[in-house]
C-alpha cells in the first residue's frame, strides 16, 4: 500500500467518524500535523505515530510476505 492510499483510507474514516484533524491527532495523542501528512500522502510520517492514529480510526494493518508464509508452514510441520 502506497502512502497516498493509506491517506484517503484515513480521511475517510476519520470523516465518517465526524472528527476534525484536531480531534482525531487529540484523540491519538499526536500534532495534527501528523495527521494532515498521513492524509496528504507523505512518506516520512513516524510509524508509532501512524499507528496511534489507525487505533483510534479501528484500522488494523496486515502484513503478508512470502517469508512469513514459508515460516507459518514450516511451524506448521514441526
Do not use: W
Not at 495523542?29 to 479501528?58: C, H, P, R, W, Y
Amino acid at each position: 500500500m502506497i502512502p497516498e492510499e493509506l491517506g484517503k483510507i484515513v480521511f475517510s474514516h476519520r470523516k465518517k467518524s465526524g472528527l476534525t484533524q484536531k480531534q482525531l491527532a487529540d484523540l491519538a495523542g499526536v500534532g495534527k500535523t501528523v495527521v494532515f501528512d498521513i492524509e496528504k500522502g507523505k512518506a516520512t510520517v513516524q510509524m508509532n505515530s501512524l499507528l496511534k492514529v489507525l487505533e483510534v480510526l479501528n484500522i488494523t494493518v496486515e502484513l503478508k510476505s512470502p517469508v512469513m508464509k514459508q515460516m507459518e508452514l514450516h511451524n506448521e510441520e514441526r
